[in-house]
């Protein structure tokens, strides 16, 4: 059985990826592990000044980690249903870290046989839960194939004729 880790974020680039995903599993019988990465870097985050003390900055914290949290499963549990009305195994998990090294990490430990993740400029800001990585380095550190999702508005690409 071939395993397809798949990246989301959500946004419609996202959303074309898991399509991809779901797509080639039920084609190939295989299995995804969707993935939904939080962005290490929020946890940097310097106060403003209106975070004047270490209360009013762990309270914005736990309320900014638990809204990331929320907006994850709420993006995972669409996708499992997704993968399940198309009588697709999968599992799904929320990651923290640095997006490109989760990726790479958890390709490795699933031994994926693909990888499919949103298409960089589609992806949703990093504010709004977005990932932010760079396809390339992550297609070096991999041992199966990489899929770029398609960009959620082709029309962008498209060159008119005068």
């Not at 697709?88 to 790479?104: F, L, N, Y």
């Not at 990888?115 to 297609?139: D, E, S, T, Y």
Request: aromatic share 6%; charged share 25%.
């Amino acid at each position: 059985m071939q395993s397809i880790l798949l990246i989301t974020d959500g946004s419609p680039s996202g959303v074309l990826a898991e399509d991809a995903a779901v797509d080639l599993a039920r084609r190939y019988e295989g299995r995804i592990r969707a993935v939904y990465i939080l962005d290490q870097s929020w946890q940097n985050l310097l106060g403003d000044e209106w975070m004047n003390t270490s209360e009013t900055r762990m309270t914005f914290f736990r309320y900014l980690e638990d809204a990331l949290y929320s907006r994850a499963s709420e993006v995972l549990k669409c996708f499992t249903r997704k993968a399940e009305k198309a009588q697709v195994s999968c599992t799904a998990e929320v990651r923290v870290g640095k997006p490109d090294q989760v990726v790479i990490e958890t390709a490795k430990e699933l031994t994926a046989s693909l990888v499919v993740i949103p298409n960089p400029v589609g992806c949703a800001h990093p504010a709004a839960g977005g990932i932010q990585f760079l396809a390339g380095r992550i297609a070096k550190k991999i041992s199966c194939p990489l899929l770029v999702g398609a960009p959620a508005s082709p029309e962008r690409w498209t060159r008119t004729s005068k």
